[in-house]
């Protein structure tokens, strides 16, 4: 029997059909859907009298254009208002499940999901958004598509498309305190590149990510669309199942036991082969932060700005307003965002929490903590956390996407930096003439009560993270 | 799907690698239900300064520029799966997109829109690039059924790849939901095979 990667098993679990010298038809198990990616899907069905094929597999939320205060009052803008109205009425003409704002099961979809039970091990699942690659911590084919696939979902609960190549990267070893999840997978982009993965399906293997909690992997299969690759995957363990016993949606009794038999066969065989396979070493990971405007522009917060003689990024330092060769400590700044569907689980506010206790946030600093769900908000509010936010300066907001993309109110002004555990740097993504510096948490956290950029690796030895 | 099969125009260089998703179509304008309109917004913190006043030193701005061919650095359409950037760009005009290279699901959105994105290697896209700064007048001839680019009235030329399956739709205007819901009988018959 030839040997098979994790993707392999997956992929192959799901494919209906295939096209002679052309794509494959691949079953979808899970569809989740939102606002601002889904309407034109529907139109385009209505318009040609095609049903929704199987509705009770698609969830939706309301998560990216949503308000993050008063979310029990009616939305000001018209046009948001409009696009969360069109969701509600098409999910109920439908027969879909929705979670609409303020519902307790309300939150971005990428939280929302894996909370419930939703994302499975060995499922393929898709979303109208690039950060589907999430589920993948489940050792689950997840990845974002546009809108035409999802009204091909709709339509038929299949997508045509040509089997990814497969990729690996390894990172073995000991990550040194105050690394955290996303400081690994920013070192992976930095080392790699934006496009690296383009092509790929990407699995993560090593010690690193098995001691890694399901929060972790999925901060670092979140971010596997920032070097190209349409998904990342991390192998099922007694982590993944321990995490999905239980929750909402999650198979139940001999039911569960039976799925967890299945589950234990789909990590990769020993000796099966990869496309592309990188290993990096898990002691040369600090804590990272981005200088430029693509996620790859990164460093470690100890390191200089790199020199480049490149158009692109020069362009890119100007527009950052950083010199080549410069450090980022001691950088004044104004606004942290600490949430999105890569930062915003409980352990993400654990962590900022820890390190913020007892001391007081800068006076120059905004700081935004936006829980990724209604579930993390309530837990952040039961451990006692927001207690610690408040009595910091913190602000505690409601759930949604928020600052990552500024397609609601909470924008970052022109020219300000903001650092931010969000995915992505690029130029006016946290509204217009904004600048994006990308961190961990712990980092995030340390920035808002130094109001600027400080070395925490300096801290680190007498910190107790959790 | 608008039918595609041979393209002569003149093109727009966008000599800018990375190009994101953000940058093509910003997120506050994400909120329309429909898909009109988002041509006005292609580009728009790049075509529109700070002020609101336009930049005339971008490229889709400059007169000497015009056409359906959008010519762009490495890597672009990467980021976020919105879709309203193959919107955008097609709603602007453009039909065909050259890059030395794609981002995953820009390449799939694009021709699921009847926009052709044509890979062509770095150092084609660096002639190409010089060819139109030096004379905007040139017109660039893109052949889909013979997968060939090449520049009017030179040798310059280049053969580009595309999945035969997806060349057969952009030719005859077809899109994916129509072959999966032919379908259907199959895949009624894995759903009944599997226990998911």
């Known amino acids: ?104 099961y309300n939150g971005i979809v990428h939280v929302m999901a894996p909370e419930l039970g939703f994302t499975q091990p060995g499922m393929t699942m898709v979303c109208g958004d690039s950060h589907t690659s999430t589920h993948g911590a489940f050792g689950t084919i997840a990845f974002g598509i546009g809108t035409s696939q999802v009204a091909q979902v709709f339509a038929s609960q299949c997508l045509l498309l040509t089997k990814p190549k497969s990729l690996r990267v390894s990172v073995n070893g000991k990550l040194k305190a105050g690394v955290l999840p996303k400081d690994v997978i920013l070192y992976i982009i930095s080392k790699l590149g934006t496009n690296s993965g383009t092509g790929y399906f990407c699995e993560y293997a090593g010690n690193v990510f098995e001691e890694m909690s399901m929060e972790g992997r999925m901060t670092v299969c979140n971010m596997s669309i920032e070097m190209g690759a349409r998904g990342g995957m991390i192998a099922p363990d007694q982590t993944t199942f321990d995490y999905v016993e239980g929750r909402e949606f999650a198979p139940k009794g001999e039911d569960f036991d039976k799925k967890v038999a299945y589950w234990k066969t789909l990590p990769t065989d020993e000796g099966a082969t990869f496309d ?24 470690k917060i100890t390191e200089n700005i790199p020199t ?53 946030k800068a006076d120059n600093v905004t700081a935004w903590l ?51 555990t969000s995915n992505r740097n690029f130029e006016g993504r946290q509204g217009q003439g904004s600048r994006t510096i990308l961190a961990s948490p712990l980092v995030a956290a340390a920035t808002a009560i130094a109001g600027k950029i400080i070395d925490v690796t300096q801290e680190i030895e007498e910190l107790e993270l959790v | 799907m608008e039918k595609f099969t041979t393209l002569q125009s003149r093109a727009i260089p966008l000599q800018i690698e990375n190009v994101d998703t953000d940058q093509i179509i910003p997120a506050r304008f994400l909120k329309a239900t429909d898909k009109k309109g988002f041509g006005d917004n292609v580009f728009r913190d790049w075509r529109y300064k700070k002020d609101g006043s336009v930049n005339a030193e971008f490229a889709l ?50 021709l699921n829109n009847g926009l052709l994105p044509v890979q062509v290697s770095e150092g084609f896209l660096k ?33 580009f790849e595309i999945d035969s399956y997806k060349k057969t739709c952009m030719i005859n205007g077809y899109d994916d939901i129509d072959y999966l819901l032919s379908k259907k009988t199959e895949i009624e018959a894995f759903e009944n095979a599997t226990s998911i």
Request: include cysteine; glycine fraction near 6%; hydrophobic fraction near 35%.
């Open chain 1, 1 to 104: 029997m030839s040997k098979k990667t994790l993707f392999d098993k997956v992929w192959d679990a799901h494919v209906v059909d295939t096209i002679e010298n052309g794509p494959q038809v691949l079953y979808i198990d899970k569809h989740l859907i939102h606002e601002v990616t889904s309407p034109q899907a529907f139109n385009e069905l209505e318009d040609r009298g095609i049903p929704v094929f199987r509705p009770e597999q698609i969830v939706a939320t309301a998560d990216h254009n949503t308000p993050t205060q008063n979310q029990d009052q009616p939305i000001k803008d018209e046009l948001s208002r409009k696009q969360l109205e069109q969701l509600s009425i098409n999910c109920e003409k439908n027969n879909i499940t929705l979670y609409q704002l303020g519902h307790k």
């Open chain 1, 276 to 299: 592309q396979e990188y290993f990096l070493d898990a002691a040369d990971i600090e804590p990272m932060i981005t200088y430029g405007t693509n996620p790859g522009m990164g460093i």
């Open chain 1, 308 to 360: 480049e003689d490149n158009a692109s990024f020069k362009k890119s330092l100007e527009y950052m307003n950083f010199k080549a060769g410069e450090s980022l400590i001691n950088k004044p700044i104004n606004f942290v965002f600490i949430g999105s569907c890569t930062n915003s689980r409980i352990e993400d506010f654990r962590v900022a929490a820890n390190y913020i206790k007892g001391k007081q």
């Open chain 1, 370 to 420: 936006v829980p990724g769900s209604k579930q993390v908000e309530a837990q952040i509010i039961e451990e006692g956390l927001k207690d610690v936010f408040d009595a910091a300066g913190f602000e505690l907001r409601q759930p949604g996407c928020s600052a990552c993309l500024a397609m609601n109110d909470d924008k970052i002004p022109q020219g300000e930096y903001c650092v931010s």
């Open chain 2, 61 to 110: 701005n400059n007169d000497n520029y015009s056409g359906t061919i959008l010519v762009a650095g490495d890597n672009f359409g990467c980021g976020s799966s919105r879709e309203h950037a193959a919107w955008a760009l097609t709603g602007y005009g453009f039909k065909v997109v050259v890059s030395s290279f794609f981002a995953d699901i820009f390449k799939g959105n694009a």
């Open chain 2, 127 to 159: 002639e190409l690039l010089n060819t139109i700064e030096n004379n905007p007048e040139t017109e660039i001839i893109v052949n889909l059924d013979a997968q060939i680019i090449s520049v009017e009235n030179s040798n310059v030329s280049e053969a």
